[in-house]
């Protein structure tokens, strides 16, 4: 079947303005996780929803980000008020099961430059 | 703070040639270790899941390693193919917590 799908694949925005980026998790799959990756640094957990609740979302840098799921399955990470240290490739992730020891299967990546 | 560290950070080698990158870590306890295979411009790929039971693993030309009482692992590739050149991230996660925390990842060129 199809994996995880993101949109846009890369997204080039001014300093101050609001990006949503979107992902299509694996049908079925319980589990979504969004990360940011910054240019040479290891991949940095954003939220975590469990259906379309977040129990976890302790690695949001800010309140200028958020994110909702809906329906069990698309999610949208929101950055409101880009800043250039907002650019990043941020990639999303589904699972078939809530618990971490599932495997995870990611997405391509939104690569986000805010200039 | 739990840490993943991986080295080195880039490595070249030759097609054919072997290679063994290193991840070391301090989260305690542990529930599993991965590696992941990162192609430029994709998500990561999972390569090998690890429990801290298990001593080694193999998925084709990639043989990963784990020794809990150390806390290291490796990954080693098997006559290396251009294919081969990505990063590769080690991914560790916590019993506690239901955690995981990521390395910064081994860049990896091959050569012809």
């Known amino acids: 079947g199809a994996g995880v799908s993101q949109s846009p694949s890369n997204k080039v925005t001014e300093k101050g303005k609001d990006v949503e980026l979107r992902c299509d998790p694996i049908?079925?799959?319980?589990?979504l996780y969004w990360y940011r990756q910054s240019l040479g640094q290891g991949l940095e957990f954003l939220i975590y929803?469990?259906?379309?609740?977040?129990?976890?979302k302790s690695g949001l840098p800010s309140d200028r980000f958020s994110a909702e799921r809906t329906g069990g399955s698309v999610s949208t990470l929101t950055i409101q008020r880009t800043q250039q240290e907002d650019s990043a490739v941020y990639l999303c992730?589904?699972?078939?099961?809530?618990?971490?020891?599932?495997?995870?299967?990611f997405g391509p990546g939104t690569r986000l430059t805010v200039t | 703070k739990n840490q993943v560290e991986q080295s080195p950070q880039s490595l070249i080698i030759l097609e054919g040639k072997n290679c063994t990158l290193q991840?070391?870590?301090?989260?305690?306890?542990?529930?599993?270790l991965r590696w992941y295979k990162q192609d430029t411009g994709r998500g990561p790929v999972s390569l090998t899941i690890?429990?801290?039971?298990?001593n080694t693993k193999s998925n084709g030309r990639y043989t990963a390693t784990l020794d809990a009482d150390t806390k290291q692992s490796s990954l080693h590739i098997t006559a290396s193919q251009l294919s081969d050149s990505a990063s590769y991230i080690c991914?560790?996660?916590?019993?506690?917590?239901?955690?995981?925390?990521f390395g910064g990842g081994t860049r990896v060129l091959v050569k012809p």
């Open positions: 049908s079925g799959h319980t589990a």
């Open positions: 991840c070391n870590y301090t989260v305690s306890p542990f529930s599993n």
């Open positions: 991914v560790v996660l916590e019993a506690a917590g239901n955690k995981l925390t």
């Open positions: 690890m429990t801290f039971s298990e």
């Open positions: 992730a589904s699972s078939v099961g809530t618990s971490r020891t599932y495997e995870q299967y």
């Open positions: 929803f469990q259906g379309n609740s977040a129990p976890d």
